[in-house]
């Protein structure tokens, strides 16, 4: 998987076949911005404003219309349409930020959402078992996924070529690479 997972999640607390995109991290600016603390920050999904559900802490469905953009550094700002006030951006800190899946577009060759490959088998083509994929990490040019199972912790950098086939009954890898725990 050389360019790397999409990050999103399933959404606890949401209706099944809901994503979570990331979340609300703080206030930005006396017109009603937000911070967004977002799993994929390079996505252009929120470019343009789109419907979204918020989940406060307590697990409270909102929907509201939301878009974002660049701020300053590595910051993601957000404008939810309706909110106007730092008084209004500050009672959203903490919610959870979710998208129904068919919103999401397509992912591109060689490219998978977290949400569709977390907690599948994973083996190599020669049938060595390296139990589920339970976590992606960034590790710096390339994600690196963990693995658990009988035989403990794996990990694979992905790097092009390591990720043969994802299918609902499992993932195959070349087994180049894998580091043991």
Request: neutral net charge; glycine residues 16%; without cysteine.
């Amino acid at each position: 998987m050389p360019r790397g997972t999409k990050r999103s999640s399933p959404a606890s607390g949401a209706p099944s076949g809901d994503v979570v995109l990331g979340r609300i991290s703080g206030v930005f600016g006396l017109d009603g911005e937000v911070r967004l603390l977002l799993h994929n920050p390079g996505s252009d999904l929120l470019d343009r404003p789109r419907e979204v559900r918020l989940l406060s802490p307590e697990g409270f469905p909102r929907s509201m219309r939301l878009s974002a953009r660049r701020g300053a550094g590595r910051r993601i700002l957000g404008r939810i349409e309706g909110v106007d006030g730092p008084e209004a951006a500050a009672a959203l800190v903490g919610w959870t930020v979710v998208i129904g899946r068919d919103a999401l577009p397509a992912p591109e060759p060689e490219s998978w959402y977290l949400h569709d490959v977390l907690g599948r088998p994973v083996h190599t083509v020669t049938g060595r078992d390296l139990g589920r994929l339970v976590a992606v990490h960034q590790g710096g040019p390339v994600d690196v996924w963990e693995m658990t199972g009988s035989n403990g912790t794996t990990w694979l950098p992905l790097l092009a070529g390591r990720v043969l086939a994802v299918a609902d009954d499992g993932i195959v890898v070349s087994g180049e690479g894998i580091v043991a725990g």
